[in-house]
């Protein structure tokens, strides 16, 4: 994403600003750099919509303490992106918000370093559960190497293998506490190499 792509988004980022505005700068961006559209309907939630887990609506506007969760990739040459992205609208985290993400960012660090041909799903699954409780988010969603990515951002594969050089694998670790408005999710596509793990 360039320079003045980045600063249009923040700008769309901003308390009494809309979900929908920010579904539209990250369609708009997608299209601009060469995609040949979106992969799956978009998901934009703020504050309580943000635990909503396929919420699609985007018509609540921002206030302060939202946390705002932007499910949304792009297709472009065959492939379809899953990725994830969460932040504060207000630019700020609280505590609690702060740490529940450096714990999801972390996991999900965990598992891509993991993913080597041979890996199996819940090793990879292990991996993340521990950094969660480590953090203090026991009974949460650590995820692991999660579904296949393809021409479909569900693609078909067969799950009780392990982990094999070619396989495209969304990794979503996901912490979801609704009492507190606060759902942080980070996730990535991935394709496994021999020489490693490739986050595309």
């Not at 009494?16 to 505005?21: I, P």
């Not at 979106?38 to 609506?57: K, L």
Request: glycine share 10%.
């Amino acid at each position: 994403i360039s320079a003045e792509a980045h600063i249009k988004a923040m700008e769309v980022t901003r308390i009494d600003g809309w979900e929908y505005e920010i579904e539209a700068e990250a369609t708009h961006t997608m299209l601009h750099y060469g995609a040949e559209g979106a992969g799956y309907p978009a998901i934009v939630g703020s504050g309580p919509n943000s635990n909503i887990w396929h919420y699609q609506e985007s018509s609540r506007q921002l206030e302060e303490g939202d946390i705002i969760v932007m499910d949304y990739g792009a297709s472009m040459g065959y492939l379809t992106m899953d990725i994830t992205r969460t932040w504060p609208a207000s630019g700020e985290f609280t505590e609690l918000q702060e740490r529940a993400y450096r714990c999801t960012l972390e996991a999900e660090k965990a598992i891509i370093a993991a993913m080597y041909p041979g890996v199996t799903r819940q090793e990879t699954r292990a991996i993340a559960a521990e950094v969660f409780e480590r953090w203090g988010f026991p009974g949460q969603f650590p995820g692991g190497a999660g579904h296949f990515v393809g021409m479909s951002v569900h693609d078909v594969g067969d799950y009780d293998l392990p982990l094999q050089a070619g396989m495209v694998i969304a990794v979503e670790p996901i912490i979801d506490i609704p009492e507190e408005d606060l759902h942080i999710r980070i996730e990535d596509t991935v394709l496994v190499t021999a020489e490693g793990p490739v986050v595309l």
